[in-house]
C-alpha cells in the first residue's frame, strides 16, 4: 500500500501525453495529490500548486509519485537528484516506470540511509497462489477490449465512482501501473509468472459482501496475440458476473500488430462470454463503452446509437456520458 | 543448451513415478543417458548401467540431470554431497526442481571453485520478446488438451520421432521442465512473465524451411481455470498450421479443479481453431490423441473407434498405436 497524499512528480515531461499517470491520478483522485513537481522545461500541467520538497513536505505529501514516462529508458541524473532529495524531505517514492527505483543505487543508499521506501509497482511484492477456480461471493464485472488502450481502465473507474456516488459498495481493482498509482494497491498483471496470473487476480478480488461489487481493470484482449494470455487469465481468475465490452472506433489495426485487423463487438461478446461462462455459467454482457475521443460530437452520438441498435446492449462513451447507464445494467 | 550425455540422477526415489523426469529422458533420448546413479533405497530403475560419479566421467557424462523429485520440498544434505561430488568430478548438474540449484550455497560455491555450470530449467535464462505476431516461414503443429497432463507432451515427442524416422524435417520444441531436459533446450512457459509469454513461443519457433516442422509441448488447457492464459499464449505465439486434440477419457474433472467437468472434444476443436485462425486463418485440426491408459486393450479400441466416427478425424493413442497417422494427417 502507497501512502497518501502525493506529490505528482512531472519531471522534464516533454508533453501532457508523457504526464499520463499522473494525469489519471489526478482524474480519478483529485483528492490524493497535493502538489506537483516540475523540473526546467517542463511541459506538463495537472494544474495542481507547483511545489519545492520542502512545501510538499510541510503540507503534509506522504509519497512522490512519478506520473511521467521517461526518456530513452534511463532516469537520468538530474532525476535521481530530485528523488533523493524527496527522500530526504521524508517522501517515500512510487514509480511504475519499467527502469526500477532499486536499481538505481543512489536511490536504493538514499532509501536505507532515510528509512524511506521504495515502491516499483511494475513488478509484484506478493506471492500469489495458483488459482482454484472456486467460486466466490461479491459480485464482479470486467471490462474487456477489442484492443489494447480502448478505455477499459477509464470505464472501470467511471463505474466505481457511479457505484460510490450512489452509496453501492464497490471497489476498483487496479491491475495496471497506472492503475495501482491511482488506487495505491493492486496486482501488475502484466509482469506475474505465468502459472500464477489467474491466482492473482482471484487474490485481488476475495470473497465479499454479497452486494459488492469489484470493477476489474481490464487488460489486453483475447484477439491480441502478444497479450492475449493475460486477457483469459483475467477472465478465468475474476470469475466476472458483469462483462463491459469496449472499443474504439477508429482503431485501424491491433495496437502494434499492423496485419492484425480489430474484430467485431459480435465477435467479443461472443468469445468473451464463452470464457468467462466457463468460471461462472451466468456471466453476461451488461453494456458497452465506446472511446469516441476520434470523433466529433454529432459523430459520436450517431455512432453510439448506431451500436445500441445493432447490438441491443446500453452503450455509452463514459467520457461523455458518463457510466450511469453501464451500472444501470448491472444486475 | 545442456551439454550431453547425461548421467541420470535417481536419488532415493521412492517409487517408479517420483523418478518420471529420468524415465522421461530414458523413453525419448535413450541415447542421451549413459548411466544412472542412485542413492540407498532407491526404487526407481532405468535399466541403465548403475555407474559411480567416477565411473559416468569415465565412460564422458558431461551432466548430472536431477531426474526425480525431491521430497518435502527441500534439496536433502545426502542429495546435497551427491551433487557436489559430481562437480567435483567433471559434470555440469541440469535441475527442473522447483528448488533452485542455484539457490543452495554449497552448489553454487563449488560451481563458481570446479568452473561447472548449474542449469535450473525451472527459470528462464533468455531476455524474450513481446510477440509481434507477423507470419514465420515453416510448419508448426501444436497439442492442445481437453485438460493438463492428458498426454500433450507424449504426443509431440511421438510425432518428432516418426517424423524423424521417415527423414522429414521436425523439431520438438518444449515448453515444460521435462520437455527442456530431454531434448536440452526450450522454453519454460510456466515461469516466464505475462507479458512475454507469446513472445518467448515466438522466439522458440522461428522461421525455418517451408517443409520443417516444429513439434510445439502443448501446457495446459483453455478450458482450465488455473492455466489457460498460458495455453492462449501458446497458441498465439506459436501460430500453429496444425492442431492435435489431446483427451483422457477416464479423468473425472479438471486436474485440480474437483468443480469443472471436462468439454467435450467438439468443444475444444471449436475453440482452439478460434484462437489459432486468429493469427493463422490456414489452422486445421490434424487428428485426436487419446491417452488410453486407463482402458483395457478393447475398450480402448472401441473408444478410438467412437471418437474417430464422431469426430470424423484420424484418432489414436500414439502409445498403443504410434504417431503415423496423426503425421499423415498434416498437409
Redesign the interface.
Known amino acids: 500500500m502507497i501512502d497518501g497524499p502525493y506529490l505528482l512528480f512531472l519531471g522534464d515531461a516533454p508533453d501532457a501525453l508523457a504526464a499520463k499517470v499522473a494525469q489519471g491520478i489526478r482524474d480519478w483522485r483529485p483528492d490524493a495529490a497535493i502538489g506537483q513537481f516540475r523540473m526546467a522545461g517542463c511541459r506538463a500541467d495537472m494544474g495542481l500548486p507547483d511545489m519545492t520538497l520542502a512545501e510538499a513536505a510541510a503540507a503534509g505529501a506522504r509519497t512522490l509519485v512519478v506520473g511521467v514516462a521517461n526518456r530513452g529508458g534511463t532516469i537520468s541524473p538530474a532525476w535521481i537528484e530530485v528523488l533523493r532529495s524527496a527522500m530526504e524531505h521524508g517522501l517515500d517514492l512510487a514509480s511504475g516506470l519499467h527502469n526500477l527505483l532499486r536499481d538505481e543505487l543512489e536511490l536504493t543508499a538514499t532509501a536505507m540511509a532515510t528509512g524511506r521506501k521504495l515502491h516499483d509497482v511494475r513488478v509484484p511484492d506478493v506471492r500469489y497462489p ?6 466466490r461471493a461479491g459480485k464482479r464485472c470486467l471490462a474487456v477490449g477489442t484492443d489494447c488502450s480502448v478505455g477499459k481502465m477509464y470505464t472501470a473507474l467511471a463505474m466505481d465512482r457511479e457505484m460510490r456516488a450512489r452509496g453501492m459498495k464497490a471497489t476498483f481493482r487496479a491491475t495496471g501501473q497506472t492503475g495501482i498509482l491511482v488506487t495505491g494497491a493492486g496486482v501488475p ?7 500464477f ?3 492473482s487476480i482471484e487474490w485481488l478480488t476475495p470473497d465479499n459482501d454479497p452486494d459488492h461489487w469489484d470493477l476489474i481493470e481490464g487488460q489486453g484482449s ?2 491480441h ?10 477472465i ?2 475474476g470469475q466476472p458476473d458483469a462483462l463491459v465490452l469496449c472499443h474504439e472506433p477508429t482503431r485501424k489495426h ?1 495496437r ?2 499492423p ?2 485487423p480489430l474484430p467485431s463487438l459480435e465477435a467479443l461478446r461472443d ?1 468473451s462470454l ?2 468467462a461462462r ?2 461462472n455459467p451466468a456471466a453476461y454482457v451488461a453494456g458497452i463503452s465506446i472511446n469516441t475521443a476520434g470523433l466529433a460530437e454529432r459523430e459520436a452520438e450517431d455512432y453510439l446509437a448506431s451500436v445500441e441498435t445493432l447490438m441491443g446492449l446500453p452503450t455509452v462513451d463514459p467520457f461523455r456520458n458518463g457510466a450511469a447507464r453501464l451500472v444501470d445494467a448491472l444486475k
Open positions: 495458483i488459482a482454484n477456480g472456486k467460486r498483471l502484466d509482469a506475474v509468472i505465468a502459472d496470473m489467474a491466482g483475447l484477439f496475440a502478444s497479450y492475449s494470455g493475460v486477457t483469459l487469465a483475467l478465468h481468475g491491433l502494434g500488430l496485419d492484425y468469445l464463452t470464457m466457463m468460471v
